[in-house]
């Protein structure tokens, strides 16, 4: 296809060969490589479908990414831990390609679970609407707490009343994967509250993802976003264990090499958007 833009085929066999990979990927649990390999499916895709001029550095962006999974896959037989912090700089070229400016390193943040997480407990009895009143309440105090705050960063109280409304949250019966999500909340709003710092977009935009969520509390097949959590988890990650709620999530998570791994990469890599506290 380099050599010959105009046999879609080859491009075609490509785009075809990189979605049985990502079965495979899918299948082993590979998370981290899959969601690279996923976005490199993407724009494969969309060099078939014309939508993205064939530029040379697009093509070998492809072949270098393909390349470096194989090798990551050997490594893996040999003994290697998976560490997908590791593709963030090839990461950074697909989704160039593909367009995107944004890009953080909160994507391929998939650190392992050491332990289960401390939840808190659960209050019992509630029926549906004693749930559903809880909700609304936690859903006001979250937004009268998020508007004060947009508006004055600096006064606290806002922000202590997002906590409190997401720790209340916490205690309501749900799926196991949203009473993590509202635990790690939780801790993202502690590091807010208690570290000193501006705030920047990013953090803005993930407040208002949170309060997004809480609208739909009374959506019972509601799904939470996977990217969204470890978007939240690596803001933790990054930031100080100034509360007990962040050291329990750090004992928690075995995230110190991937955050090792994003940290060597960017000595060696271009400056790019990039989410961090």
């Known amino acids: 296809f380099r050599d010959n833009p105009e046999d879609l085929q080859q491009i075609e066999n490509c785009h075809y060969y990189t979605h049985q990979l ?10 981290g490589i899959l969601f690279v390999t996923n976005n ?6 969309s060099l078939y479908q014309q939508e993205i001029a064939p530029d040379p550095a697009i093509l070998a962006t492809a072949r270098q990414a393909i390349r470096l999974v194989y090798r990551h896959l050997d490594s893996l037989v040999d003994g290697e831990a998976d560490n997908p912090a590791k593709f963030f700089p090839i990461y950074q070229k697909i ?6 400016e944004a890009i953080s390193e909160a994507d391929l943040f998939f650190p392992d679970m050491r332990e ?10 509630l029926d549906t609407q004693a749930r ?3 909700a609304r309440h936690a859903r006001a105090q979250f937004q009268s707490g998020l508007l004060g705050w947009l ?5 606290r109280q806002h922000l202590q009343q997002m906590v409190d409304a997401v720790r209340s949250i916490e205690k309501l019966p749900a799926p196991h994967e949203q009473r993590i999500f509202w635990w790690i909340s939780s801790g993202f709003l502690d590091s807010l509250l208690l570290n000193e710092g501006e705030t920047d977009k990013t953090t803005r935009r993930l407040c208002g993802k949170i309060e997004q969520e809480i609208r739909h509390l009374d959506k019972e097949n509601h799904q939470i976003a996977d990217q969204l959590t470890r978007e939240l ?9 100034v509360s007990e709620r962040i050291q329990e999530i750090s004992q928690v998570y075995d ?10 990469c960017l000595l060696y890599t271009s400056p790019s958007p990039r989410d961090r506290t």
């Open 116 to 125: 289960e997480p401390p939840l808190p407990p659960v209050q019992y009895p």
């Open 95 to 100: 989704m160039q390609a593909r367009g995107v």
């Open 151 to 155: 508006k004055d960063a600096n006064n």
């Open 132 to 134: 559903l009143a809880a």
């Open 22 to 31: 990502n079965g495979m990927l899918e299948m082993l649990g590979l998370n």
């Open 255 to 264: 995230w110190q090499a991937l955050l090792t791994s994003f940290d060597h």
């Open 40 to 45: 490199l499916e993407s724009l494969l895709h």
């Open 233 to 241: 988890l690596y803001r933790v990650a990054r930031s100080k264990p």
